[in-house]
């Protein structure tokens, strides 16, 4: 099996905070990350595609179409926004883990519409200390 990774970024907020525990659970449970205001980061996103390569064009899936993929679906939904507003995130903590699945979901479906390649990983590097990875979507 061959791969293509894509890299990209995007400047995004989020508050870590669970409706359904109160305000002194929530800090106990995300720290910090728990602000009622928020805080930001500029999110590194790794996108791994995988393929059977053309044999005209040499490739799983033009980098081009990658990338136009991804502006579409990601940053211009995501970027410079609260991620909590987002509807993806209204049962969901917009926590590392939870943003790589809604990415890698974003972008599946649009990928194999759009070509023969498959997202097989979504990584999401939030800090210099956490990142996270989401595989395969059964």
């Known amino acids: 099996m061959i791969e293509?990774?894509?890299r990209y970024r995007f400047p995004a907020a989020h508050?870590?905070?669970q409706?359904?525990?109160s305000a002194e659970k929530n800090l106990a449970t995300y720290g910090k990350c728990a602000n009622?205001?928020?805080h930001g980061h500029n999110y590194q996103v790794e996108v791994t595609v995988t393929g059977p390569i053309d044999?005209?064009?040499g490739r799983i899936l033009s980098p081009d179409l990658l990338d136009r993929i991804f502006e579409e679906r990601v940053e211009s939904r995501f970027a410079r926004r609260l991620l909590n507003d987002d509807e993806?995130?209204?049962d969901r903590v917009p926590t590392t883990e939870n943003i790589a699945l809604v990415i890698h979901e974003t972008l599946a479906d649009e990928v194999?519409?759009?070509s023969s390649a498959e997202v097989i990983r979504v990584k999401i590097v939030e800090t210099r200390h956490n990142s996270c990875i989401s595989g395969a979507i059964a």
Do not use: D, Q, V, Y
């Open 19 to 21: 409706p359904s525990f």
């Open 4 to 6: 293509l990774t894509r």
């Open 112 to 114: 194999a519409k759009r």
């Open 36 to 38: 009622p205001n928020g």
């Open 55 to 57: 044999e005209r064009t």
């Open 88 to 90: 993806a995130f209204r």
């Open 15 to 17: 508050i870590l905070s």
